[in-house]
């Protein structure tokens, strides 16, 4: 059960401060006859199927013959890899919840995503845009969104697709990566859920920010996302469970009067790479983005 405490907070304080064009899709499936199936390079997991789509790889966790709640796009971190980021959100958890799950392939390069928003929308936006239209021309699936889940450098380029085609998206969880790039090439009005949940322990993405790489502080990344969402200051505090094994819990702020959520969950004591307890995360984000048990 949830403890639940009423806080009244400039959002500016919120973490530190206060002293606390649609391409064709043509689905293309990878097999290796001489070993074990491959996409991407790498082995496909269990309850996965290799397709391509414009040229690239993606890991599909569905059914052609289901119906979804929903759908949902997984990030992977950089360096990462599709069935890492879709083994920290359990990717056949939530299918089996009623979602179809995707996790596409990065580009290959340092960022793995062009992430930096400082640029014009770029290749991967548009090939996330053409992605979710093909999961709803080809899968049974509510409505005509997608939910982005993303680690680290996918946590990067889940904002940035905020920015970018926030009409395309219901919400966003961002597991230790924020914002990236000038928030003035950030100039949309669009509200979109979002759920950041990071530690102050991180060292390799700390939640202050650095200057290499241009990434903001998480605290001015939700400032963003509290005026675009239309929030006020106060917010309610609870405490959720632990996300690692051996980590001593998780402290929520959910900030209230927003037209979409903007939540932020602080993990206590949680290395940047560490063994995520999936279904605690699933625990802590669920609410803000409207998924089914």
Known sequence: MRKITKIAVLASCLISGCGGSSKTTTPVSENNTNGPSLCAAQTIPDGAACVGVDGRQN????????????????????????????????????????????????????????SNTDANIGDDSNYIANLIDYAHANYTVEGDKAR??????????????????????????????QFRGDFNACSTQTPVAIHH??????????MSGREYGKIASVDATLTHWLKINGCEDQFLQAADPAVTATSAGTLTLSWQGCVSPVVLSKLDGVAHESDYLSDALFEIYQSSMALEN
């Open 148 to 177: 982005i889940f993303g680690y680290s450098a996918g946590g990067f380029m889940a904002y940035t697709l905020a920015c970018h085609i926030p009409e395309k998206l219901s919400g966003v969880v961002a597991l230790a990566g």
């Open 197 to 206: 949940l990071h530690s102050p322990s991180d060292k390799d993405v700390p």
């Open 59 to 114: 890991l599909i966790f569905g059914d052609i013959n289901k119906e979804y709640k929903g759908l949902i796009i997984t990030l992977h971190g950089a360096p990462g890899y599709m069935a890492k980021v879709a083994g920290i959100f359990d990717a056949n958890m939530l299918e089996e919840k009623g979602y179809l799950v995707i996790s596409p392939n990065g580009n290959g390069s340092a960022w793995q995503w062009d």
